[in-house]
């Protein structure tokens, strides 16, 4: 059965760190993967998604991930954190299929300034 | 900007009542979904629907149900509520299956039941 495991349940960092939050996956088949984030009182906004080819991945908000298939990773990082980017962050894995898409738990990020 | 709306965003109600959210989405997609979130929990998937008359259970056995008349409509319906059901509950959809087809969450229903 599919599964998402988000190791890190809270990280804080600091104003122009970089980031590195970490997500391991179990699927059967070709992954379809996604990262997702979460401000206070909203819903999920996208961030990058890898379905094929480059396994260097980019989104919105200078955000990258990269899958590593012989890891079963898609860790998500950015180099340099901005106070905003404090959220709740998502790791999903599904197929073809979205019905079998399956989240993470969720890992909270904190920027201290 | 959001293009899925979910009414109300925060409901506090007592046990026994009947409930319905809504949900509806402005982008013409057929799928869409309800999704219950707990804290420091995965999402789950409580029902979906591939477009009208279609609605489908998800992995998360629910006691509520849903409806699709429209395309663009897909509320839950809780008929007596219970403490249990106390949750926030995230609407979504997206295009039918393909490699293009993330999920467009709405901002969700905070639900309290007393």
């Known amino acids: 059965a599919q599964s998402v495991t988000q190791p890190d349940i809270h990280i804080t960092v600091s104003e122009g760190a970089s980031l590195e939050l970490r997500c391991n996956y179990s699927?059967?088949?070709?992954?379809?993967l996604f990262w997702y984030v979460q401000s206070p009182g909203q819903g999920l906004q996208l961030l990058l998604k890898?379905?094929?080819?480059?396994?260097l991945v980019q989104g919105i908000k200078g955000f990258e991930a990269e899958f590593k298939r012989s890891q079963s990773s898609f860790n998500l990082r950015k180099p340099s954190v901005h106070w905003s980017d404090a959220a709740e962050y998502f790791c999903?894995?599904?197929?073809?299929?979205?019905?079998?898409?399956?989240f993470g738990a969720g890992t909270r990020l904190t920027v201290k300034p | 900007e959001a293009d899925i709306y979910q009414t109300p965003r925060y409901l506090v109600i007592g046990t026994g009542k009947k409930i319905t959210l809504e949900c509806s989405q402005t982008?013409?997609?057929?799928?869409m979904y309800w999704y219950q979130q707990d804290p420091g929990m995965e999402l789950h998937l409580i029902h979906y629907?591939?477009?009208?008359?279609?609605?489908e259970k998800g992995d998360l056995s629910s006691e509520s149900t849903v409806s699709r008349i429209r395309t663009e409509h897909f509320p839950l319906t809780l008929e007596s509520a219970r403490p249990s059901h106390t949750s926030q509950y995230l609407c979504?959809?997206?295009?039918?299956?393909?490699?293009?087809?993330?999920?467009?969450f709405g901002n969700g229903t905070r639900l309290t039941v007393t």
């Open positions: 699927y059967g088949a070709t992954p379809y």
């Open positions: 979504a959809s997206s295009e039918l299956p393909g490699k293009d087809s993330p999920l467009h």
């Open positions: 629907s591939y477009g009208v008359n279609s609605t």
């Open positions: 982008m013409g997609h057929d799928k």
């Open positions: 999903a894995v599904g197929g073809y299929n979205n019905n079998d898409m399956r």
């Open positions: 890898y379905f094929s080819g480059d396994t």
